[in-house]
T-cell receptor, first 110, second 113 residues
């Protein structure tokens, strides 16, 4: 069964702290996507990682991909309240189907 | 403005009453897809379409139908809705070809009583 697992599922962190969200997947996929969803809103694309070793950064967020370990990380640096949201990773393993993780709900406390 | 639109945004209906949720995109994307989002389960793909008249099942297609008669439209049809189809539905689209980056519609919250 194709699975995408994220951990943690819930994360409460203080402003200014660093943390990492992990995304493990069970099938071969040479691309991985990270999305952000604010409460009651749609999904917004954050990063598209297209190859092993890919690293992308936008502001306080940095995403990386290790296709051999089937692992992607989303690192948060010096968190701020505006980063509070739910973050999803998804893989596209070549079958034209997307498989999403269950999401990580992040709450940044002032 | 490039966008994916869905209608209606909110719908409360009764068991067995056929309904259609429309999805339209103005980006000339070949690939379109429907998802449902349920608490604790993330997003699960219902159906997808690679182009006009080409559709295929996702992971949770039971109880749903789709059609793709025009490139810009991809309606989701529930012929006999049941309470377990109460969910938040998203339509998405992308170009066929790398990076297959999807753009999502605003969502449709469906309640079946």
């Amino acid at each position: 069964e194709l699975k995408v697992e994220q951990n943690p599922l819930f994360l409460s962190m203080q402003e200014g702290k660093n943390y990492t969200i992990y995304c493990n997947y069970s099938t071969t996929s040479d691309r991985l996507y990270w999305y952000r969803q604010d409460p009651g809103k749609s999904l917004e694309s954050l990063f598209v990682l297209l190859s092993n070793g890919a690293v992308k950064q936008e502001g306080r967020l940095m995403a990386s991909l290790d296709t051999k370990a089937r692992l992607s990380t989303l690192h948060i640096t010096a968190a701020v309240h505006d980063l509070s949201a739910t973050y999803f990773c998804a893989v596209f393993p070549g079958t034209y189907k997307y498989i999403f993780g269950t999401g990580t709900r992040l709450k940044v406390l002032a | 403005e490039a966008q994916v639109t869905q209608n209606p945004r909110y719908l409360i209906t009764v068991t067995g009453k056929k309904l259609t949720v429309t999805c339209s995109q103005n980006m000339n994307h070949e690939y379109m897809s429907w998802y449902r989002q349920d608490p604790g389960l993330g997003l699960r793909q219902i159906y997808y379409s690679m182009n006009v008249e080409v559709t295929d099942k996702g992971d949770v297609p039971e109880g749903y139908k789709v059609s793709r008669k025009e490139k810009r439209n991809f309606p989701l049809i529930l012929e006999s809705p049941s309470p377990n189809q109460t969910s938040l539905y998203f339509c998405a689209s992308s170009f066929v070809g790398s990076p297959y980056e999807q753009y999502f519609g605003p969502g449709t919250r469906l309640t079946v009583t």
